[in-house]
């Protein structure tokens, strides 16, 4: 079954960067779109970026762009966000996961289901 294995979080202070990593397993990687959400306490999840399957198209929410760097490597199939210049509102839990059209990757009532998440915490 489709499995999502999402790490890289941790505290880091404002201004600070961390690289996010999920791990996919359970169906055709190079085939799917990727995508990274987040979730912060008392909020609805948010569409952060996505990333089409050969890795061409890219689409960041614009709360991140600039700031925020999703990659992907279908060789290993894991896809990756690279974090830059946080700020203390980029806190939350984030998650990583896969569509098969690119319409429907900003969208999170269009996933099924959802791997553990890794708790990002922006906070001097």
């Known amino acids: 079954q489709v499995q999502l294995v999402e790490s890289g979080g941790g505290l880091v202070q404002p201004g600070g960067s961390l690289k996010l990593s999920c791990a996919a397993s359970g169906f055709t990687f190079r085939d799917s779109h990727m995508t990274w959400f987040r979730q912060a306490p008392g909020k609805e999840r948010e569409f952060v970026a996505a990333?089409?399957?050969?890795?061409?198209?890219?689409f960041y929410a614009d709360s991140v762009k600039g700031r925020f760097t999703i990659s992907r490597d279908n060789t290993k199939n894991t896809v990756y966000l690279r974090m830059n210049s946080l700020k203390p509102e980029d806190t939350a839990v984030y998650y990583c996961?896969?569509?098969?059209?690119?319409?429907?990757?900003?969208?999170?009532?269009?996933?099924?289901?959802w791997g553990q998440g890794t708790q990002v915490t922006v906070s001097s």
């Open positions: 996961n896969a569509a098969m059209k690119w319409a429907d990757t900003r969208i999170a009532e269009k996933y099924a289901s």
């Open positions: 990333i089409g399957n050969f890795g061409i198209s890219l």
